[in-house]
């Protein structure tokens, strides 16, 4: 299996960027697809981006194109999430996630392993 952990999380006013990273360990980390998610206080969790084994493909939620990007680096084990122009409704908590497919799936089901999140908090 494989064991994930976010950083980069934080406060930062309305406007600003954060970029998270998501470290893998254990297994090899390009046999996964990997995806992002955020979970806002009170809602369920939803699909943020997905990227394929070799960086070659990726897929956004249609609200967030333009503004953030997925990316991987399979040399060091490790997932980005670059967040630009943070709005305060992207307060939340980030996890990312590994999925044993091939296909660039934004439900949550369809994912193996998850890290335990990252908050971020974007203020007005």
């Known amino acids: 299996q494989v064991q994930l952990a976010e950083s980069g999380g934080g406060l930062v006013q309305a406007g600003g960027s954060l970029r998270l990273s998501c470290a893998a360990s254990?297994?090899?980390?390009?046999?996964?697809?990997m995806g992002w998610f955020r979970q806002a206080p009170g809602k369920e969790r939803e699909f943020v981006a997905a990227?394929?084994?070799?960086?070659?493909?990726?897929s956004y939620v249609d609200s967030l194109k333009g503004r953030f990007t997925i990316s991987r680096d399979n040399a060091k084990n490790t997932l980005y999430l670059q967040m630009n122009s943070l709005k305060p409704e992207d307060t939340a908590v980030y996890y990312c996630?590994?999925?044993?497919?091939?296909?660039?799936?934004?439900?949550?089901?369809?994912?193996?392993?998850w890290g335990r999140g990252t908050q971020v908090t974007v203020s007005s």
């Open positions: 254990g297994r090899t980390f390009n046999i996964y697809t």
């Open positions: 996630a590994a999925d044993f497919g091939s296909l660039l799936r934004s439900n949550p089901n369809a994912y193996n392993y």
């Open positions: 990227i394929s084994r070799d960086g070659g493909r990726t």
